[in-house]
T-cell receptor, first 120, second 111 residues
């Protein structure tokens, strides 16, 4: 999935600083997911966005975390006043919506390489 | 809280052996995906299944979605060292775009 870009690949922040993670989806995709992955664990859903619209943010912590996907430019996951517990790998997934023959829809997700955040 | 359990958690086998990994939930889902993730990289989509009882094949990999749409299995025939990785299943409920990922099966195939 080399066409899904995330930067930076590695980010080190001190407690209390802000972290900004960027995701550029595949060309033509207008939907983005953000996930968090702790070592030796699966992925935890954070937020699902369309361009200029947050569809589902039920997995986002209520404080310090925000996400956006503007009309132009990458999607951004912003973490304010980072704490050590925010250290993790953060992945975005770019997605079109696919309609199956039975009329139901699902999202094929193409993941980026991730941003590994370390909070000192 | 929806939970998706995968088993086994870890699996180490010799090249050429067959294996099956499982993905189980107490909830019914509308679609299921399997991914493989290698260290330091993002997951790569292997397959999407949407119909209960559906079976899909991808070379030496066979994926099955349970009739009740609550479980799935991945069978690998004649495993190779290149199959080594973390295998994740992910399910989506009806009327939602949210995907729940399983706990993962970490597979190691020894040459």
């Amino acid at each position: 999935n080399a066409d899904v870009m995330q930067n930076p690949r590695h980010l080190v922040r001190r407690r209390g600083q802000e972290a900004r993670l960027r995701c550029s989806p595949m060309k033509g995709h207008s939907h983005v997911y953000w996930y968090r992955q702790l070592p030796e664990e699966g992925l935890k859903f954070m937020v699902y966005l369309q361009k200029e619209n947050i569809i589902d943010e039920s997995g986002m912590p209520k404080e310090r975390f925000s996400a956006e996907f503007p009309k132009e430019g990458p999607s951004i996951l912003r973490i304010q006043q980072v704490v050590r517990g925010d250290s993790a790998a953060y992945f975005c997934a770019s997605s079109p919506i696919v309609t199956s023959g039975r009329g139901s829809s699902y999202n094929e997700q193409f993941f980026g390489p991730g941003t590994r955040l370390t909070v000192l | 809280t929806q939970l998706l359990e995968q088993s086994p958690q870890f699996l180490s086998i010799q090249e050429g052996e067959n294996l099956t990994v499982y993905c189980n939930s107490s909830s019914v889902f509308s679609s299921l995906q399997w991914y493989r993730q290698e260290p330091g990289e993002g997951p790569v989509l292997l397959v999407t299944v949407v119909t209960g009882g559906e079976v899909k094949k991808l070379k030496r990999l066979t994926f099955q979605f349970g009739d009740a749409r609550k479980d799935s299995s991945l069978h690998i025939t004649a495993a190779q060292p290149g199959d080594t990785g973390l295998y994740l299943c992910a399910m989506k409920g009806s009327g939602t775009y949210k995907y729940i990922f399983g706990t993962g099966t970490r597979l190691k195939v020894l040459a």
